[in-house]
């Protein structure tokens, strides 16, 4: 009788219960694998990171076979870094990059922007025609473009100038994607009551879209200035001259017929690299949310 009074405790169903524990297994595995992945790929970067602070001579020495010394210096110098902003045209390098990226993700964003705006929230003849060559536009590898696109430049005069490397990564059809995808859920409601009451369609932009689309703004600047700041066949072909010279091509160029200045050279990367990862993980959580968002919205 007292066993038929008592209290029925509520028990886990096993089933239930195995679920869970395999799930909890499961997320393990899954953190482990990342974790292993990440350790690969950082492990290059590392080891080149920490050649730019070795001396030149003991750089390869303890490659092979792998040992705790290959990421574990003896010794330490920071004489490339000294040589590369002193004695190479680095400096130079590194001024025109942040320029010419600096400079394409201010014009991009505002012709890019308007673009996704005008496919977004505009009905036009042709228009899906013309979103679709958009699309093309960054599933086109550059290398089929490049000769006409030299054509163009040489046809202008802008060969050797800080245009023939602006201008044409200015439209940039990822960021065009992106921002017509974000803006597609934006309610018509409240773009129609702007209209009521007199604004703009330049205003009605400014002033109520583009203040509540932070996170694709940001994310397509990234995706521009890390696009420009990686820049090498391009400018290679448009601009070599020493004054035009960007990062990339100017990292190139410590690698010589003869012999290569492994020191100078990583230094050299090391600094290239900062540049764009300073930014990355500062507008990360930016990023993320415009990415997550435009899938979500495709």
Do not use: C
């Not at 974790?35 to 001396?55: D, E, F, G, K, N």
């Not at 014009?107 to 679709?132: E, H, P, W």
């Not at 473009?145 to 802008?158: C, K």
């Not at 409601?189 to 703009?200: E, F, T, V």
């Amino acid at each position: 009788m007292a066993d038929t009074l008592a209290p029925h405790l509520p028990v886990a169903h096993p089933t239930v219960a195995g679920r869970r524990h395999r799930l909890r297994w499961s997320q393990v595995a899954l953190y482990v694998a990342l974790t292993l992945i990440a350790l690969a790929m950082l492990t290059p970067l590392y080891w080149a990171l920490l050649s730019a602070v070795r001396p030149q001579e003991v750089v390869f020495q303890h490659v092979r076979p792998v040992s705790w010394r290959t990421f574990v210096p003896q010794e330490l110098t920071l004489q490339y870094f000294g040589e590369v902003l002193t004695r190479t045209r680095f400096p130079r390098a590194l001024a025109n990059s942040l320029f010419i990226s600096l400079t394409t993700v201010v014009a991009g964003l505002v012709v890019n922007s308007l673009a996704g705006f005008g496919f977004a929230k505009f009905a036009f003849r042709g228009k899906g025609l013309l979103f679709v060559v958009v699309l093309l536009t960054f599933m086109m590898p550059f290398e089929a473009i490049v000769i006409p696109l030299y054509m163009l430049i040489r046809q202008l005069g802008w060969v050797d100038s800080y245009l023939a490397l602006i201008v044409p990564a200015i439209p940039h059809g990822l960021s065009i994607f992106l921002f017509r995808q974000f803006f597609a859920e934006f309610p018509n409601d409240l773009l129609d009551a702007a209209r009521i009451d007199g604004a703009s369609w330049w205003r009605i932009y400014w002033r109520i879209v583009a203040p509540l689309s932070t996170p694709a703004f940001i994310s397509a600047a990234l995706m521009l200035f890390i696009m420009q700041w990686d820049a090498f066949f391009w400018p290679l072909v448009a601009a070599n001259s020493a004054a035009h010279t960007v990062v990339q091509v100017e990292i190139s160029r410590f690698v010589m017929q003869e012999s290569t200045s492994w020191g100078r050279l990583f230094a050299a990367t090391a600094m290239a690299i900062g540049v764009p990862m300073t930014l990355f993980f500062g507008l990360q959580r930016y990023y993320v949310q415009g990415m997550t968002a435009t899938g979500l919205r495709a």
